[in-house]
């Protein structure tokens, strides 16, 4: 275990490590106030992902392959001791934070959540009225005896465990009721402005009008103790590929199930009695471990509705309008636009319209006789979707490669692939076993000199909504060679048949692997040559071992490395003798950084790419990524600086990783250099 530690770091713990990065957000008072609300809630939201996948893998691991060593040297069993450890501490933070730093900062600014002491006497009547209006009509007490076992509970759902004493209409003494709170109530409650007391934003959570009401649905009978909690499911779906037919049905079929799938997580209110909390693991067959006690609501993700409950502009973000190229300025067309050269766009910065644009002008052209797609999160409300299937429609050759594997996305990818072969496109899902993660775009067009390919290739989705969340980058081009490696990778999703030669791409899980290792080798050769080697990589996440290893090897060699992780990062920088040319920083600020850039000095040729892919096993082998140069010489030199150099010198939102895999915020010296804010400030209006 000794030698791979001190090479790995654990994958869950530095998933940990990132969202104390988020919860900081919180904490940062130059932030506007109902931002930094958000940031607090967008831990709970992650933390809720990481439960239902990480640490359910681990419980799989643990139960199936318990003498199994993880990356780092640990097995699955001290692995969740430490993560569910680091965890706690975690929580116990966040809702600290909470209490003591952001409700009493908006109780400064008018915007109050009253306890149930805090109550007047014109306020519990009002409370009253809408618990008889409101709530009373939809809930379902349900007493546990013979007849009414342990209701299933539904994932990441708020329930109510009742004692009760006495005996109901029935004769019946069971002493333990649940109740549970119906998704489509809201959890937090906005109360009139004439009985707030002054305060124009006076809120009360649902949790506090159940627990004052709650005896109403036990007449004649003692509520003793009433308690919040929460479960936590494995949400991770399992196909087997010779077990089915249809990859759609099937999938369909395991969706159902997904809300009832094992229990990983228990949340209780910390006024639960520890004979409470025995019963309810006893329920949901988990241990005293998995168990976690909050002082406030179990469920902090729904307090992100306040931003839109309160109109406070001067407390949160300043909104902005992203710009366009200049090269979209022109009174030109779209396609003439992108055929007088490849057109960068950073994103949130730049507009991602004019991606919209395309397939806009694609549907309605008569010149275009083919779209090809690949899609994996474009969410529910997509404006890409209906021109796909209004191009279907017009009679257009539309193919879609829909992802129904995307994670937490499958039914809203289901859905559209279901509209889209209704239109009459051709839809197809991949291969089995390798998720579409790779963002291709391809127009057809004919036009005097032939048919001509317009193509997108991006970081990011092709979701308009988190394109004004995510930084990513996109880029437009009719290079022949580009689009010719996008067809035949098209030609490979929908068809059968071998790989093809690529001509400028790189593609998982066949070439980009290869290209990564043999990059960072050649950086090697130039340093041990004598001659200047520099690698600058920005992605989410760093876990794959071989790439780590290379790296290790060229920083012994001489080779200075830059890296830019979000998120987690399984190397260990600064170790002396290991990597002592190697520095990693995360930068977390106003947008979640999303994008793939790697730059390879490469005796000043400059090899600079986009990618759809992290450096993470997965991306490498299990998914269809793709990987493109960046060549044309005004663009690289922009592409560095807005992706690159920039977040090198930022000193605001930046966080330097330490050896052990803690981070250490940035040290402010000199002026302050933010690069989300100087993008912000040279692209937007």
């Known amino acids: ?88 501490q975690l929580i116990q933070e966040q809702y600290g934070v909470m209490r003591e730093v952001i409700f009493p900062a908006l109780r400064d600014e008018s915007i109050q959540f009253l306890r149930r002491i805090e109550w007047t006497i014109e306020q519990q009547e009002w409370v009253k009225a809408f618990f008889h209006r409101e709530l009373m009509p939809i809930l379902t007490p349900i007493g546990l005896d013979p007849s009414h076992p342990f209701p299933k509970v539904l994932n990441k759902s708020l329930n109510f465990a009742v004692e009760l004493e006495g005996r109901d209409a029935f004769g019946r003494q069971s002493g333990i009721a649940i109740v549970q709170a119906p998704r489509i109530l809201p959890r937090v409650i906005q109360l009139p402005a004439e009985i707030s007391d002054g305060h124009p934003h006076t809120f009360v959570f649902l949790s506090s009008i159940l627990h004052s009401h709650v005896h109403e649905l036990f007449l004649g009978m003692t509520v003793k103790g009433c308690y919040q909690f929460r479960v936590t499911r494995n949400s991770e779906l399992n196909l087997e590929e010779e077990d089915m037919k249809n990859l759609r049905t099937a999938l369909q079929g395991e969706l159902r199930h997904r809300q009832f799938g094992d229990a990983v997580r228990l949340e209780v209110a910390d006024t639960c009695p520890p004979h409470m909390e025995e019963f309810l693991l006893t329920q949901f067959g988990l241990d005293k471990r998995d168990v976690f006690r909050v002082d406030g609501p179990v469920n902090l993700v729904r307090l992100m509705q306040l931003a839109d409950l309160v109109d406070r502009p001067d407390l949160k973000f300043k909104p902005f309008v992203p710009s366009l190229p200049p090269a979209l300025d022109k009174k030109i067309g779209l396609f003439e636009a992108i055929g007088q050269g490849d057109i960068l766009l950073h994103h949130p910065y730049q507009s991602f319209q004019p991606v919209i644009d ?153 070439t980009l692997h290869s290209m990564i290792l043999e990059s960072i080798d050649r950086e090697i050769q130039h340093a041990e040559a004598g001659r200047q080697a520099q690698i600058i990589a920005k992605m989410n996440a760093l876990l794959d071992p071989q790439v780590i290893t290379s790296l290790y090897r060229a920083s012994q060699a001489g080779v200075k490395i830059q890296l830019i992780v979000r998120g987690v990062c399984a190397l260990r920088p600064g170790v002396p003798g290991l990597s002592d040319n190697i520095t990693v920083r995360s930068i977390v600020g106003r947008f979640l950084e999303h994008p793939r850039v790697f730059y390879f000095y490469n005796d000043r040729e400059e090899d600079l790419y986009i990618a759809s892919a992290d450096w993470m096993g997965r991306n490498f082998f299990r998914r269809i990524e793709t990987c493109v140069p960046i060549v044309d010489a005004k663009l690289k030199r922009r592409l560095i600086k807005e992706a690159l150099r920039l977040y090198l010198e930022d000193n605001v939102n930046a966080w330097e990783m330490q050896p052990d895999g803690s981070y250490r915020r940035k040290a402010v010296r000199g002026r302050l250099r933010c690069a989300q804010d100087t993008l912000l400030e040279e692209y937007t209006h």
């Not at 530095?14 to 104390?20: M, S």
């Not at 083919?370 to 299937?389: E, N, P």
């Not at 991006?458 to 081009?477: E, I, K, M, S, V």
């Not at 035949?488 to 790189?506: C, E």
Request: charged share 25%.
């Open 1 to 88: 275990m000794a030698d791979q530690e001190q090479t790995m770091l654990n994958r869950e713990l530095g998933l940990i490590e990132f969202n104390r990065r988020v919860l900081a957000q919180a904490e940062d008072p130059r932030l506007p106030l109902l931002e930094r609300l958000k940031f607090l809630c967008i831990v709970s939201s992650n933390l809720d992902e990481f439960f239902e996948v990480r640490v359910a893998w681990l419980k799989e691991v643990k139960e199936h392959t318990p003498e199994r060593i993880l990356a780092d040297g640990r097995n699955a069993e001290q692995c969740l001791e430490k993560v569910c450890a680091g965890a706690r």
């Open 358 to 510: 395309l397939l806009n002008l694609a549907a309605t052209d008569p010149q275009v006789v083919a779209i090809k797609m690949t899609v994996y999160r474009t969410g529910t409300d997509s404006v890409l979707m209906d021109s796909l299937i209004a191009a279907a429609r017009a009679g257009k050759q539309v193919t879609v490669v829909v992802e129904l594997m995307a994670r937490f996305d499958e039914e809203a990818n289901i859905s559209w692939a279901s509209q889209l072969e209704d239109a009459g496109a051709h839809v197809v899902y991949g291969v089995f076993g390798y998720k579409v993660h790779a963002k291709m775009l391809m127009v057809v067009r004919r036009e005097e000199r032939g048919l001509i390919r317009y193509v997108h290739l991006g970081t990011g989705n092709y979701h308009p909504r988190t394109a004004r969340l995510y930084t990513d980058f996109g880029l437009l081009t009719c290079n022949e060679k580009v689009a010719s490696d996008v067809n035949d990778i098209f030609v490979q999703l929908t068809g059968l048949g071998r790989a093809s030669k690529l001509y400028l791409l790189h593609q998982s899980p066949f």
